[in-house]
T-cell receptor, first 114, second 114 residues
Framework: GNSVTQMEGPVTLSEEAFLTINCTYT??????LFWYVQYPGEGLQLLLK?????DKGSNKGFEATYRKETTSFHLEKGSVQVSDSAVYFC?????????????FGQGTILTVHP | NAGVTQTPKFRILKIGQSMTLQCTQD?????MYWYRQDPGMGLKLIYY???????DKGEVPNGYNVSRSTTEDFPLRLELAAPSQTSVYFC?????????????FGPGTRLLVL
């Protein structure tokens, strides 16, 4: 079946530090990959996505590259801010008969200190 | 444009009670989903719908029921609440089942069963 594995959290960083959150996946076929972010007390919102191998998704200074050879979609940001403190979820859409259903990783809590 | 709205935001139930979690979207999306989020876990799919009158089970459907009488509404019913159903519930919608489609999430309903 399909699965997504994220690095263990929580992650605590100082402002302006470099961020990497690892995400690897298992899926049949060629899924689309997503990073969603959940700010405290809110629902999930799309951060970025990539729909085919070697695509790079980017938004708000965050980037992730779809690596088919390593089945990975790691999230990176060069300089984090306090406002980036949130829970980050990696997810995949396997397409086809999955009817758009998303398979999520367990989420990574990020806390950024001033 | 309200997007996906959910009510209530928070509810406490006693064991054995019933309730309906409401979900409405105003984006004319065909596909709608219910997920639950347990602490330290990713989201798991409870039920989904590909259009009015059509619903199907997800990964964790036991103890829940859904209906989809209109495109806009997708209520989730708990018939006999159990402590294991304490969770945060998210409704989501998307336009199509295509690989690249983004799912839009509501703000969530926090449910506590005592």
């Amino acid at each position: 079946g399909n699965s997504v594995t994220q690095m263990e959290g929580p992650v605590t960083l100082s402002e302006e530090a470099f961020l990497t959150i690892n995400c690897t996946y298992t899926a049949t076929g060629y899924p689309s990959l997503f990073w969603y972010v959940q700010y405290p007390g809110e629902g999930l919102q799309l951060l970025l996505k990539a729909t085919k191998a070697d695509d790079k998704g980017s938004n708000k200074g965050f980037e992730a590259t779809y690596r088919k050879e390593t089945t990975s979609f790691h999230l990176e940001k060069g300089s984090v801010q306090v406002s980036d403190s949130a829970v980050y979820f990696c997810a995949l859409n396997a397409g086809g008969t999955s009817y758009g259903k998303l398979t999520f990783g367990q989420g990574t809590i990020l806390t950024v200190h001033p | 444009n309200a997007g996906v709205t959910q009510t209530p935001k928070f509810r406490i139930l006693k064991i054995g009670q019933s309730m309906t979690l409401q979900c409405t979207q105003d984006m004319n999306h065909n596909y709608m989903y219910w997920y639950r989020q347990d602490p330290g876990m990713g989201l798991k799919l409870i039920y989904y719908s590909v259009g009015a009158g059509i619903t199907d089970k997800g990964e964790v459907p036991n103890g829940y029921n859904v209906s989809r009488s209109t495109t806009e509404d997708f209520p989730l019913r708990l018939e006999l609440a159990a402590p294991s159903q304490t969770s945060v519930y998210f409704c989501a919608s998307s336009h199509q089942r295509e690989l690249k489609e983004t799912q839009y999430f509501g703000p969530g309903t926090r449910l506590l069963v005592l």
